[in-house]
């Protein structure tokens, strides 16, 4: 039986203190074991929180083995530290020997009393990968304690705590209801203080806010700084007080470090990239109390929690305003208090306009309004109170009378609610009605609702109201409430291996692998809902397209009466179909349109709502044509490229060809850095994987990335079914221009590349797997195929790794010869081998640099070509990377030769200036238009008006020196089992085809022989 302990006087707490030991000593004195709620003991900053884990965890009589929970390894070390004797040793007591150490997996399976500290992160890795060490310290512990409760990514890992099954009391600094809602508080549980409570006994400083002007010259601001700190801060305290300057990065944290420096001010900056930093002052680190005497400390996030330094006196934000919870956590640093003395005050500069001290006196209306009732219940349990008792009698609605509603008044769930034909029609593994129901708790508790469960007449079934409540997203500095009600109705239909979910909210059960929820089943399964028959007919289609090419279309929906009527797109073998709409043949005087999406299993059905009894006979019919062994769905999605739903046998990846194209516009080298601000620039990203030699299931490549050469990582998650890629070099070398996500986390996000796995006849595409149809091997006939009719072997063009040369000629009169902006300008006077495919031309016109739509413009009286160009310094037959460039460029404006286009070419202003690059070549060409009217409108003009004529031959030129060989690729795709460069290859050509196609045009790719 736990007791509270005696003497508590002695140990020098507060009454605050006392009080929330008690407290929580009542709540586990009352617990029940299949009560699931927690104590809550929330209290300002410097206010005494240790002293209450330590009371509870080390003197309080029945407590013999505690866990406490911190969520970051700083404050985990801090907590140790004060609980193996250094806060007892303040206090000058003794307490008894006891264990008090690290969580591992022998202190797991010990039963000695014992005080155990580990992080959440670690404890969630045992619940997840270690169940056995995990379930050894379920069966004895007496008291779990979990440090800054309020800490945000506690709502992913709260299972992890709640799971354990003990009393449970959180400690939290910030009185936030929405940071706790994963949690179950007891309202007998709570403990308050306070901030103005805290400061009026003297256990925290008071804050005052001064205004300041705005600064964006870090010299100026750091003036402005020490100008206030020495108007504020009283003279005797000045040498022991000490400044926090949060900064938005490492960059600016550097800048302002400078700026101080040359001040005489002592000072330090730290942040994770400060790891090999030659400068002392910079340091990864927060250094170990009383060991540093700088003045300022500068930080982006290492100073918000878990800092114990009571000489910090004064707070400034530099760049942008800090969101309302990191800003009053950061205020916590400034306002401890050690010695208790009334009237003690920290200082916050803001340079915003009065906007943080607008928050902060928000803050302290909020704090002085808070209740152990609005900490403990959710606020739609509030609401829902509010409407109970607000509106108690009948309403007049829908042309009839209607009473409130509460939970407790539903007396006929099956026939009361009322739900549309819609449901998420899922693959399981081993799941059960309680494994669903115990997952759909836990996604309704981290939403803040109160939700109540209902007999569904079955088993198999599962039925829960729920009620949430939120504010209007019309508003910005105040709220206005808007209570839902949501209703979950599911089945699980074990022998099939399915569940049909449906969720009102808009609650997604995809891959919830806790619940034993898997993906979608296969296309060919859902589409029986639309069963067969002479009235079938599909009316949508929805694709995506499995090009990752740049400037293609990435989606596309073609409605029709009947999509059999109409012919297939050229480009219909690269689209995955992601939905269909259409119209059921159910019997001989009945048609049902239905929708179905592929990608996450949902079926919907047009129809008024029904009863839920009436729901779940429609989910069970829906089910049985999805598990039939002999219905068939339509025909007409075999023009569309297959998707592998689950993924090929073998997915250790071959080869990976990485799209930087976007990520090129966004990321920069970082500032501190040679060459800082750099746009990033990967000399080939398309490469093959190896083995990692000590990690099984990792693969390994390596990118040249701004002349450096990168080390990367990739591995397949199975559960995901997705790829993801590794690289610290790549993350702590580039930065966003505009943002603060890392590179390989925006890479890995918009999954932006592609991957040629083990498995024959598989790419994997931004993020799924599909049947690419590329025939290869036995298949493959070079006579008969697609890249036979679009590239075209010069035999002078394996030596031109150049594509405008190393200087212009002298005169200015054009580019080198052997280069293939040469190459291309001589089809004018006939010397180029080009010529023969453009005889006579009359027009010819550089477009380069700038906004280029393409390199050139070129023309004769029956064809116009737009030429791009793409040479590598050193030949590679199959470079799929250069390929990649090009065709994007390509397929990104093939629109210009359609004869409907209405543009003119962004870069029509520069055709009368001469060509220059500043870079390589040296020198500059005179004349951009080479052949046609002299005025750039003239000859837009001209060109203009063949394209729009009908029996003009257009066709796109992509000019390759260097950088493909035909007899190569061919080479390549008749084996059978092909070089991953090559498929890569052979996609892009297949979908620039398609694309230039789409254009009204021709393409024709000049390479290597």
């Excluded at 007591?93 to 591992?104: D, G, K, M, N």
């Excluded at 019997?587 to 592929?598: C, K, L, N, Q």
Aim: charged share 25%.
């Amino acid at each position: 039986m736990v007791r509270i302990p005696t003497g508590l006087s002695r140990l020098g707490l507060h009454l605050h203190q006392k009080e929330a030991v008690e407290n929580v000593i009542r709540f586990v004195q009352h617990r029940t074991a299949s009560d699931d709620s927690c104590a809550l003991v929330q209290m300002p900053t410097g206010s005494g929180k240790t002293g209450i884990i330590a009371t509870l965890t080390r003197l309080c009589p029945g407590i013999r083995r505690a866990l406490v929970i911190a969520p970051r390894v700083a404050i985990r070390s801090q907590l140790i530290e004060e609980l193996s004797g250094a806060f007892f040793l303040k206090a000058g007591i003794t307490v008894p020997a006891r264990l008090v150490a690290e969580l591992s997996a022998k202190a797991a399976l010990s039963t000695e009393p014992a005080v155990l500290v580990t992080t959440v992160q670690m404890l969630d890795r045992w619940r997840r990968l270690e169940p056995g060490k995990y379930e050894a310290l379920r069966a004895n512990l007496d008291i779990v304690l979990m440090d800054e409760g309020h800490y945000e990514p506690a709502s992913s890992w709260s299972k992890t705590v709640r799971d354990l099954r003990c009393p449970t009391v959180l400690l939290t600094a910030t009185p936030y209801r929405n940071d706790l809602k994963t949690f179950r508080i007891s309202e007998q549980g709570v403990s308050t203080l306070r901030f103005r409570d805290a400061v009026s006994r003297g256990v925290i400083r008071d804050v005052q806010v001064l205004r300041r002007g705005q600064f964006s010259d870090p010299d100026a601001y750091c003036r402005d700084v020490i100008a206030a700190f020495e108007s504020h801060v009283p003279a005797a305290k000045r040498d022991e007080a000490k400044i926090i300057i949060r900064c938005e990065d490492a960059a600016s944290i550097r800048r302002l470090c400078n700026a101080f420096r040359g001040t005489g001010r002592s000072v330090i900056g730290i942040h994770d990239r400060f790891t090999d930093a030659r400068e002392t002052w910079l340091r990864d680190s927060v250094p170990a109390r009383g060991t540093e005497r700088a003045q300022v400390w500068i930080h982006q996030f290492k100073l918000l929690e878990g800092v114990d330094e009571p000489s910090f006196r004064m707070l400034a934000v530099f760049g942008p305003a800090m969101n309302v919870r990191a800003f009053v956590q950061q205020v916590g640093r400034v306002t401890r208090n050690p010695g208790n003395r009334t009237g003690e005050t920290a200082f916050v500069l803001d340079h915003h306009e009065g906007r943080l001290e607008q928050t902060w006196h928000q803050f302290l209306e909020y704090d002085a309004a808070v209740t152990a009732d609005s900490l403990a219940n959710s606020l739609a349990k509030q609401v829902n109170e509010l409407l109970r008792t607000g509106f108690s009698g009948l309403q007049y609605f829908d042309r009839e009378f209607k009473a409130p509603f509460s939970f407790d008044r539903v007396a006929s769930p099956l026939t009361e609610f009322r739900l549309p034909k819609d449901a998420y029609i899922l693959r399981t593994d081993h799941s059960t009605v309680e494994r669903v129901r115990r997952w759909v708790v836990d996604q309704l508790g981290a939403g803040d609702c109160e939700w109540r469960e209902y007999d569904s007449g079955e088993s198999h079934r599962l039925l829960l109201a729920y009620t949430r409540a939120s504010s209007s997203r019309l508003l910005s500095g105040m709220y206005f409430l808007e209570p839902r009600l949501g209703l979950v109705a599911a089945t699980l239909y074990s022998s099939e291996n399915l569940i049909a979910f449906h969720d009102s909210g808009g609650m997604l059960p995809v891959n919830a692998l806790e619940a034993g929820i898997c993906g979608a089943p296969p296309q060919a399964s859902l589409s029986k809902v639309i069963k067969l028959g002479p009235r079938t007919r599909i009316s949508e289609v929805a694709t995506r397209n499995s090009s990752a090419a740049r400037g293609t279309s990435r989606t596309r929906t073609t409605t029709a009466p009947s999509m059999d009527d109409l012919s297939p797109y050229l480009d219909d073998f690269q689209h995955v179909v992601t939905a269909v709409t259409g119209y059921s043949d159910e019997s001989a005087t009945d048609t049902i349109r239905r929708y179905v999406g592929y990608r996450r299993g949902r079926v919907s059905q047009s129809s008024k709502s029904t009863t839920v009894d009436e729901y779940f006979s429609w989910s069970d019919d829906i089910v049985a044509k999805v598990a039939s062994t002999r219905a068939r769905g339509p025909t007409l999605l075999s023009r569309y490229s297959r998707e592998l739903p689950d993924g090929p046998a073998n997915t250790a990846p071959r080869n990976v060809l990485v799209d930087f194209a976007e990520a090129s516009t966004v990321f920069a080298l970082r500032e501190d850095l040679r060459d800082a601000g750099e746009p990033l620039e990967v000399d080939d990203a398309c490469v093959d994987c190896v083995a990692h030699p000590s990690k099984p299931g990792t693969w390994q490549f390596e990118l040249v990335a701004n002349g450096q050469v990168t080390e990367c990582e990739i591995t397949y998650d199975a559960r995901r079914r997705q790829y993801v890629i590794a690289s610290k070099s790549l993350d702590d070398r580039y930065v966003q221009s505009v943002g603060s996500e890392g590179l390989v986390s925006w890479l890995n996000r918009r999954q932006s590349f592609n991957v040629v796995p083990a498995s024959r006849s598989a790419l994997y595409v931004h993020g799924s797997f599909f049947d690419p149809q590329i025939p290869t091997g036995r298949r493959f006939d070079p006579s008969t195929s697609l890249l036979s009719g679009i590239l075209h072997p010069i035999s002078g063009f394996r030596a031109i790794n150049s594509e405008k040369g190393a200087t212009c000629a002298a005169d200015g009169s054009g580019w080198e010869a052997h280069s293939l902006f040469g190459r291309i300008d001589a089809i004018g006077d006939g010397t180029s081998e080009l010529a023969p495919f453009l005889p006579s031309p009359d027009v010819i016109i550089c477009d380069d640099l700038n906004k280029e739509t393409c390199d050139f413009f070129l023309a004769n009286n029956e064809t116009v070509v737009m030429a791009h160009a793409k040479a590598a310094a050193s030949y590679k037959p199959l470079s799929a990377s250069a390929l990649q460039e090009v065709v994007g460029q390509a397929v990104k404006n093939a629109s210009f030769l359609s004869m409907l286009n209405m543009r003119s070419p962004p870069n029509l202003k520069n055709w009368g200036a001469p060509w220059r690059t500043g870079k390589t070549p040296t020198g500059q060409v005179l004349n951009r238009i080479r052949r046609g009217p002299a005025g750039a409108r003239d000859a837009w003009s001209l060109l203009d008006r063949r394209i729009r004529a009908p029996d003009t031959s257009r066709e796109v030129w992509l000019v390759l020196g260097a950088t493909m060989s035909k007899s190569a690729l061919v080479q390549e795709l008749a084996k059978e089992s092909p070089a991953a460069q090559a498929f890569q290859a052979a996609h892009l050509l297949h979908s620039c085809w398609a694309a230039v196609s789409a254009s009204g045009a021709r393409l024709r790719v000049f390479c290597s022989d």
